[in-house]
């Protein structure tokens, strides 16, 4: 790809340094990251639609210093076809977000050094409400993927006896996020459940689950994060790339897949997540049509 102009959802979005190497160890650029991008759109965007979004830009991609930076106000010069929404701030009075609604939104945020697709838990209109509730495996220490895909086998079992559907996914490095598609329901409601599963699991797994919050006070063990399901806070959305080594994709998973100990999520990639997709199709197809009512536990 070495245009300087793509059109996209009847609109034209100018491009600009393609060639530049974001994933030197891969031999990745821009152009690269924006290809995977585009094909990649209609598997994000159910994820990421109508939610405030919060821009990491990585300008180097992992070459150079590799520092990334923040920024949720719309940029100045964003394209009036860009979608958005102004929400009250307690610190700013005001913020006027983005939101990434079509694949030109997408290609305007990757020209951008926007590497990595964050989502929010809840979208509009009720942003106190979210479709979505999710439990985030975290390595801590030397735990790791091993670990994380013990728990989340085990969160799949306890799931599964409530009649709950769950899909697992890499989070992109060590981790795993088990996603459960639900009702609309407010924060608290969908805190109260998880926080209730994690103690199940903490507790029947004490040398390799934690709820504690404190990094310091993990050790080596695998926090178990429920709380971070809230309105404003963000988590890698399905399909998204990570700014790590190997561009890995924070990937969609069969339940199957975590029972063995072949699968290496580092290995799921920009450069081979499309065969993937052509072999299982978009393991979260319909999501959103399982509109689940969260049990009192």
């Known amino acids: 790809m070495d245009a300087q102009a793509i059109e996209l959802s009847g609109v034209t979005v100018p491009l600009k340094n393609l060639d530049k190497i974001y994933f030197p160890e891969a031999e990745l650029s ?3 990251v924006l290809d995977y991008y585009i094909f990649a759109a209609p ?3 159910p994820h990421i639609k109508d939610k405030p ?7 180097h991609g992992m070459g150079g210093d590799g520092k990334s930076f923040y920024q949720k106000q719309r940029p100045g010069g964003a394209p009036e076809w860009l979608d958005g929404v102004t929400l009250q701030s307690e610190r700013r009075g005001h913020i006027d977000w983005c939101l990434v609604n079509d694949a030109a939104s997408i290609a305007y945020m990757v020209n951008r050094g926007v590497l990595e697709m964050h989502t929010w838990f809840s979208r509009l209109p009720d942003l106190g409400k979210a479709d979505v509730a999710v439990v985030d495996l975290d390595p801590s220490g030397v735990s790791g993927f091993r670990e994380a895909r013990i728990l989340a086998r085990a969160f799949h079992s306890l799931l599964d006896e409530l009649k709950i559907k769950s899909f697992p996914k890499t989070s992109g490095g060590r981790g795993i996020h088990i996603y459960i598609p639900i009702a609309l329901t407010p924060f608290d409601k969908i805190q109260e459940f998880l926080l209730s599963l994690c103690r199940v699991i ?5 040398e390799i689950a934690t709820m504690e919050r404190f990094i310091e006070k993990r050790g080596n063990r695998v926090y178990l994060d429920a709380v971070q399901n809230n309105s404003g806070k963000t988590i890698a959305a399905p399909y998204s790339m990570r700014v790590r080594k190997g561009a890995p994709v924070s990937a969609p998973l069969l339940w199957e897949e975590l029972n063995g100990t072949s699968l290496s ?16 199709g978009d393991l979260m197809e319909g999501f959103y049509s399982y509109k689940q009512i969260l049990p009192k536990l």
């Open 202 to 206: 903490a507790d029947a797994y004490p």
């Open 30 to 32: 821009k152009a690269d």
């Open 53 to 59: 979004f919060t821009m990491i830009h990585f300008p």
């Open 43 to 45: 598997y994000i965007l």
């Open 265 to 280: 999520p580092a290995d799921i990639n920009i450069t081979n997540i499309k065969s993937r997709i052509s072999r299982y």
